[in-house]
């Protein structure tokens, strides 16, 4: 049933689809063999260490536990080739680890979650910078395009204090493709189902022996309104963005210089403009982005042997965004600076420490102004006995001109008794200022009441996390074994309360008697159960509970469970390459006080199907695949859409997807020079 109603619904890409798929397998015939590919990247360790990454033309999984001392996920850019990985959204479609999903029905901003919590409780970090804050939060997955990227480092738990204070269940880190790298070129065209078209251009040149510069460009336009649930709202919105960075590296024996400036503006326009719409007074959302940046990162080589080194990293923002959700508009401006002073030394083979200092700057114009200044000053110490045993603790001391002095302490400890076996603990704390509006802006899509109470302070929490890593030789290949918990304690959290009344959405503090944590478990493991057939399977279970309308209940709008399977095939010489992953998504509660003929109670567990071949020649590739085949959207996403300047309109209660099957092909083309 399933099958037939997405045919018949996308009839014309699936046409399309399979041509291209014939297509590919007439080139196959005549191409070449696929060159070996090469990519490099540095990675910096939860333990202060730089080390090369490389990935070469394997059948290995491109998503690694690395060796470092934290839990940290290496996904390369191998592993982004397994989708079409528009922007960093897309990217995590095949992890098991971080969740993305629609915020609300109406604007197309996505949200992660990792540990079971909201991404605004993730710490981005860009070339480990600091990034993505406040106005930016809701949509600074769509701001990363895929094909810049050359890889993500996902660090689950407590974080090293080097980047501040405010990770609490984790980091994501991005490297950005590297103008000092061997030389480069690339392009990537992209053309899916809705008739969104993208286009990704990048390129660095060898201007010295040190001298280096890279420029990246992106450009996507989707300017047709679908409405296929027939609700009289687009299901996603018109969207234009274009984005350009350029970047720059001087390298020598003693001393690294990295620059980039980047630009971006992006426009969406939503609600009921879906073709053949003929409301009087249509409901209309339209958000304008405009964003720009810029880092510069200084590192002075004092002593090689022991890695002594002092780094300077400076970077600022500014940030525009004007916004019109119906009659409410919400206007706001943010300027962001940064700065770190780093001293990292080996006292010996067993012995390294860091320290530095650090001043962070906020301003944010809005309707609650904010303007926070923060200095800081930190230090760590890791004792290490060779491969078999690492310490790590790290302690900051931060000061706010809001919320005034704070300490924020991490520990984390690394035990590998065999090769085959690795343990990990670590324990910290976290703090974060919430800008409740800039964060949450989809809030404003919807009828309800929104009430911001007084008595939300500064968000804090601790993080516990252990994990076991295990490498079991099974038929002459290796079973990757991985178990972890986590809990997360909150002292303090800005709740959003949909329980609390039929018409309201009220954002409050957590009282002294009242509680907010989260438990997770995930269990996954990677085999090679056929040659160059990569298989990895994963379950997650999810406890997330707060005090809502006085009451300690799940909460809503959060899936239990998670379970993932994906798989990828790259027969004969690596000249094809087949994708696929299926997950399930648990069921779990929705808010009380809502019309429960149109949403239920109970949301039950959905699934999700994805897959891609690729066709691969020397200096470009074919790709072609589909995204949600089951078909599955929510039912109702939109509350009372027939009545949207009613009291009971809400695009904001979203559990999972808003859009069918999407079926989308696409090239790559690149020259690196080997």
């Known amino acids: 049933m399933a099958v037939s109603f997405i045919i018949s619904r996308n009839f014309a890409a699936v046409k399309l689809f399979l041509a291209v798929l014939a297509l590919l397998f ?63 959204g897309e990217s995590f479609t095949t992890n098991p680890s971080v969740d993305v999903n629609y915020a609300d029905a ?31 939060a809701p949509y600074a997955l769509g701001y990363i395009p895929g094909p810049w990227m050359q890889s993500i480092q996902v660090s689950k738990g407590a974080s090293s204090v080097k980047n501040g204070y405010e990770s609490i269940t984790g980091q994501i880190n991005l490297e950005f493709k590297k103008p000092q790298a061997t030389p480069w070129a690339d392009a990537n065209l992209y053309f899916n189902s809705d008739l969104k078209l993208e286009a990704n251009l990048g390129a660095n040149l060898k201007l010295s022996d040190k001298w280096s510069t890279a420029l990246l460009g992106h450009y996507e336009i989707l300017d047709k309104a679908h409405d296929d649930n027939g609700d009289g709202f687009a299901d996603m919105p018109k969207m234009r963005q274009g984005s350009l960075m350029s970047r720059w590296a001087y390298i020598s024996d003693t001393y690294m210089f990295q620059l980039a400036i980047k630009g971006l503006k992006e426009h969406r326009e939503g609600g009921q403009i879906a073709h053949g719409h003929t409301a009087h007074n249509p409901y209309l959302i339209d958000i304008t982005n405009e964003r720009y940046e810029a880092f510069a990162k200084n590192a002075l080589i004092l002593n090689p042997e022991l890695m002594t080194n002092i780094a300077l990293i400076l970077s600022g923002s500014i940030h525009h965004e004007r916004s019109s959700y119906g009659h409410k508009r919400y206007d706001a401006d943010q300027r962001n600076g940064y700065a770190s002073l780093m001293f990292e030394t080996d006292l010996d083979e067993h012995h390294n420490l860091s320290t530095g200092l650090s001043l962070n700057h906020d301003y944010l114009s809005d309707d609650s102004d904010t303007d926070e200044t923060m200095p800081g000053v930190y230090a760590q110490y890791t004792y290490k006995i060779g491969e078999t045993f690492t310490v790590m603790g790290g302690l900051r001391w ?12 991490r520990m984390h400890v690394k035990y590998s008794p065999t090769e085959w076996l690795t343990l990990r603990g670590s324990v910290g704390k976290g703090y974060r200022t919430p800008h409740i509006l800039a964060e949450n802006s989809y809030l404003l899509a919807s009828s309800r009441q929104l009430i911001i109470n007084e008595n939300i ?29 986590y809990y997360t304690r909150f002292n303090q959290q800005a709740i959003i309360d949909y329980d609390v009344a039929e018409r309201m959405i009220e954002v409050h503090g957590l009282n002294d008697h009242e509680k907010s944590y989260s438990h997770t478990i995930q269990v996954d493991a990677t085999y090679e159960i056929l040659p160059k057939l990569n298989v990895t399977a994963a379950w997650r279970w999810n406890d997330v509970k707060a ?6 209940r799940q909460k809503p709008m ?29 069921g779990g509660r929705l808010p009380d006080n809502h019309d429960t003929t149109l949403m239920p109670e109970h949301f039950k567990a959905y699934e999700q199907v994805s897959a891609q071949v690729t066709r691969f020649f020397r200096h470009w590739s074919i790709y072609a695949g589909g995204e949600n085949l089951t078909g599955f959207k929510q039912k109702n996403a939109i ?36």
């Open 26 to 88: 007439l080139c196959n015939a005549a191409s070449a063999q696929v060159a070996a590919v090469q990519d490099s990247s540095d990675v910096e360790t939860l333990d202060g260490k730089v080390v090369r990454e490389v990935t070469i033309s394997s059948r290995k999984s491109g998503r690694v536990k690395t060796g470092g001392l934290g839990n940290t996920e290496f996904i390369s850019s191998k592993e982004l080739l397994r989708a079409a990985c528009c922007n960093l």
């Open 106 to 136: 109406a604007t197309g901003a996505q949200q992660i979650k990792l540990l079971g919590l909201s991404g605004t409780y993730v710490q981005m970090l860009t070339e480990n910078i600091p990034n993505y804050r406040g106005l930016a």
């Open 398 to 409: 931060d000061h706010s001109s809001l919320w005034g002095s704070y300490v924020t302490p």
């Open 457 to 485: 302070g500064q968000e804090n929490a601790w993080n516990y996390g252990l994990s076991t890593q295990l490498k079991i030789p099974v038929g002459g290949r290796t079973l990757d074994l991985n178990a972890e918990y």
């Open 547 to 552: 005090t809502y309308n006085g009451k300690l």
């Open 558 to 586: 959060n899936s239990r469970y998670k379970g993932l399977l994906t798989a990828s095939f790259a027969p004969g010489l690596g000249k094809w390459q087949f994708d696929a992953t299926v997950q399930l998504n648990g």
């Open 639 to 674: 509350i009372s859409a027939d009545n949207p300047w009613g009291p009971n309109y809400d695009a904001t209660m979203i559990y999972g997807p808003v859009h069918g099957a999407v079926f989308y092909i696409g090239a790559r083309i690149n020259w690196n020079k080997i």
